[in-house]
């Protein structure tokens, strides 16, 4: 299917340009009626010594048309192709029907990537703020599987630091088990609330809790009996959510695991002349690369979250001996990442290359529900709920009749909720409106979902039709028809630059681009009403865009139900 290969290389054979040089000039145009590819002769004016239509005029004469291509024209500077389209859908089709997991790949073979995700910390809230971690990480994990990487997810709990001895000290005073065991983390976060409330009056607070702290340190039976259970308490919400979002970790390895292995990151740095005195503290100078100095270790000893995250740096890269280690974390965190890996680089490990920090913008909710600054957050499992809830009830109005109704709700719902992080730029701030994600006629999951069930549902219609037997192609010579073949052909490579740019959007694009394309040719053109040789080639068509629109949303964590 390498129809830029041959094209480039025909205009190799004509032109004194080197072949990556074109590959990266030859573009598709964005209206069909230009040309499938073109070469845009205008860089070429410089060196050729020539104006724009006469070089492309040239060389449209000097050309030798690949097997590919219909017809080659020389429009304004501009070298035009024409695929032959019986040709294209064919190739498109058969390459779409080869294998079931159409744009995977063995590029992975042999390596392995760690992903650090969701990462959500011990007796919080988990917020919808964790909403883009969670589902870029999840997203991310099966794309490099689908490329045949190996991948390890990690959720790198927020389980260490003195407010585990304030958590403790604020369940003592005003806790009672029951109440914690019955509202979860809610009631912890309310300890911890009012441990702040009370502080400034007593400061007395402060020094139990770092007290109460450094028992958890030191291995002090009840100490470490409240802490196990606080983030037994955490962890049993965090999962239940999980289950919902249908997103799964390897390992639950956090900082407390790596908390008594920062000594020898400690002294590592120490004996490599890395450390120096600052007011007490010891921190590693940046001023070369321009960043503010990585503080280690502070002037009252205590430990802190860089060197917990180098530790764990170490600590995976010699147990997965990774190729590479992605920190899907949000931008706040840039700072802190460019610091360390750097400070991993002046230790002396080449691999501080392959540490990758995926950062993303904020999440806000449309209604202003949220707002960090007034310590409101917005809960994801309500956000989820709700989100399944208003499916149902569109459901029940549209379609009161479908079976497996509340199965469907949820994955519709759920999927809503994970695409619309998924969409944009991961940099991007977003701002969650439920209107909009669950929206069936917008650029959302359900759109994508609904569009697969039509697809299910005119395959259902043609159940006694037989595939086999011969196609008619010329029925696929239509713009509309093309349109979807086009999405579809690129399907492959959106999944290979959504890996390569750590960027699950070029895969939802990708998807909501064969949806729209699909949609379209369905309105436009005939399936099943027509001469059997062109309702093969059409079902053909319709048969491929379900099974890529189904393992697009796939990819993303979306499942896509058969009938909506
Ligand atoms: N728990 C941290 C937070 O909520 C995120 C941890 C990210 N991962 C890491 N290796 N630092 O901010």
Known sequence: MNYQQEIVRALQAACPLEEKELRDMLAVPPD???????LPCFRLAKTMRKAPPVIAQELCAALEKPACVERVEAVNGYVNFYLDKDGFSRSVLEAAEASPRFGSSEEGRGKTVCIDYSSINVAKPFGIHHL???????????????????TVSMNFLGDWGTQFGRMIVAYKKWGNREQVEHEGVKALVALYVRFHEEVDAHPELADEGRAWFKKIEEGDAEARQLFDWFKEITLKEVSRV??????????????????????????????????????GAKVVFLEEEKMPPCLFVRSDGATLYVTRDIAAAFWRKEHYHFDKCLYVVAYQQDLHFRQWFRVV??????????????????????DGAMSTRKGRVVLMEDVLDNAVEKVDEIIRQKNPNLENREEVARQVGIGAVLFSVLYTNRIKDTVFCMDNVLNFDGETAPYAQYTHARCCSVLRKAANFSFEGESDLSALNNPEAQAVLRAIDAFPAAVREAAARYEPYLVSRQVIEICKAFNKFYYE???????????????????????????????????????M
């Open 132 to 150: 883009p971690s969670t589902a870029i990480g999840n997203s991310l994990g099966l794309i490099y599987r689908y490329l045949g990487y190996h």
């Open 525 to 563: 053109q005939r399936i099943l009403d027509c001469p059997d040789a062109q309702a093969r080639a059409r079902l053909r068509l319709t048969r491929a865009a379900c099974a890529v629109i189904r393992q697009g949303l796939a990819l993303l964590g979306i499942q896509s139900p058969e009938k």
């Open 242 to 279: 999980y289950d919902k979002l249908g997103v799964t970790f390897d390992e639950y390895q956090g900082e407390s695991f790596f908390a008594n292995k920062t000594d020898q990151v400690i002294a590592e740095l120490e004996e490599k002349h890395l450390l120096s005195d600052s007011d």
């Open 345 to 366: 680089e002046k230790m002396g490990y080449d691999w501080a290359k392959d540490l990758v920090h995926v950062s993303f913008g904020m999440v806000s909710m449309a």
């Open 32 to 38: 069909p009626a230009m040309g499938d590819y073109a």
